[in-house]
């Protein structure tokens, strides 16, 4: 069992910066892919990041401005968020999961990016 709980939300203008943070209970985090999504209003949930051991991945609309990265020793994973754009604006979840085994959702972080 893994509960998620993501933090750092908040107001910010269009240029500007925002981290993230996802915290994680349960034993052998390091064995979860964790994947960051957001949802903006009136829209479906979509893929920002994912992070295992490899190299992250990225959704093209957020490649070059947003660093996913997770520290398993203390059970967290961020994402730095820079030159943030209104479109960028959402609740944003960490979803984290395990192949063949369950997925777990945070609760979501709101973010606001205005013009």
């Known amino acids: 069992q893994v509960q998620l709980v993501e933090s750092g939300g908040g107001w910010v203008q269009a240029g500007g910066s925002l981290r993230l943070s996802c915290a994680a209970s349960g034993s052998d985090f390091g064995r979860y892919v964790v994947d960051w999504y957001r949802q903006a209003p009136g829209k479906s949930r979509e893929f920002v990041a994912s992070i295992f051991t490899g190299a992250p991945n990225y959704s093209d609309s957020v490649k070059g401005r947003f660093t996913v990265s997770r520290d398993n020793a203390k059970n967290m994973v961020y994402l730095q968020m820079n030159y943030l754009k209104p479109e960028d604006t959402g609740v944003y979840y960490c979803?984290?999961?395990?192949?063949?085994?369950?997925?777990?959702w945070g609760q979501g972080t709101q973010v606001t990016v205005s013009s």
């Open positions: 979803n984290a999961w395990i192949a063949a085994g369950n997925s777990y």
